[in-house]
């Protein structure tokens, strides 16, 4: 898969590519990403990529034609032609709709994906118009540019690529993962009964993940919990999916409304609620 971030600061991508996961993805070939320069892409000796916004107010724009320029030379400009199923231009935007694990898996599908990092104020409109195909936010607040922004979504997207991580099953069995009924459709069974060991994880379904503990077994008058050493997966499984609920109920209460809940799942959530637990 391809990255390609308009950006103009492509000297911050250095770093952040450099490390971990993303590095090694990279050293393998699954995943190629090129940072552009959009000062490159102008043609005064001031290599201005923006400019004063029509009908007055603060800041500045980014210019359109750097943008266009840019596009056109990676080949990703004309949105007409351009294939939905295998690449897609990015607009990163405070305006944008939130960028979601949901997204980051509509995106891995891709073959290509460029990253317009917006700046200043933001973008002519007419770049919008023209040549993005969506236009995306990580978040409720406002960057001093789109540059950190596509850095989240490279490194959420490529995560989910096969041969990335060293366990496939890691990028499922986390916070915001497919549901249960989402996996076992995945592997063309419905019921989820297909044969594999039996698991102690379960399926976020779009909740938060479970808390996690390694060794020791106790870390200043700390235990961990003893259920997780008892070798039944059932009750293992069962603990770490209520676990997930509560830390979601806690923190997160907003995703419980589009979360796909069982009967007992609802049953714990009601406990909490009067506080039994």
């Known amino acids: 898969m391809r990255f390609d971030i308009l950006t103009i600061f492509p ?15 990279v050293a393998s070939g699954i995943v190629d990403i090129r940072a552009h320069d959009l000062r490159e892409f102008t043609h005064d000796r001031h290599r201005t990529v923006d ?3 029509f009908g007055g107010g603060e800041g500045m724009v980014l210019k359109p034609e750097p943008l266009a320029e840019a596009l056109e030379s990676i080949g990703m400009a ?15 935007s405070a305006q944008g709709k939130r960028f979601t694990q949901a997204t980051a898996r509509e995106l891995a599908k891709l073959e290509r994906v460029a990253l317009i990092c917006g700046r200043y104020e933001g973008v002519d409109e007419r770049v919008n118009e023209l040549f993005v195909d969506r236009e995306l936010s990580i978040g409720d607040y406002v960057l001093s540019g789109g540059e950190l922004g596509a850095a989240v979504i490279v490194d959420a997207t490529m995560r989910l690529l096969p041969g990335v991580l060293g366990n496939e099953a890691s990028s499922q069995f986390e916070s915001f993962g497919r549901s249960e009924a989402e996996m076992a459709a995945a592997r063309g069974n419905s019921s989820g009964e297909d044969g594999t060991p039996p698991r102690s994880t379960h399926g976020a379904g779009g909740l938060l993940d479970y808390p996690h503990y390694t060794r020791p077994a106790e870390f200043r008058g700390l235990a961990v919990p003893e259920i997780l050493s008892g070798g039944d997966h059932l009750k293992i499984s069962r603990w770490r999916r209520e676990r997930a609920l509560e830390k979601t109920f806690r923190n997160r209460p907003d995703l419980l409304e589009t979360a796909e ?4 799942d609802r049953a714990f959530l009601r406990s909490l609620q009067r506080g039994d637990e």
């Open 51 to 53: 400019d004063r916004p």
């Open 11 to 25: 000297g911050l991508f250095a770093g952040v590519f450099e490390h971990g996961v993303v590095k090694r993805a």
């Open 78 to 92: 004309d949105k007409a032609a351009r294939d939905r199923n295998r690449e897609s231009v990015v607009l990163l």
């Open 261 to 264: 809940l069982s009967d007992r």
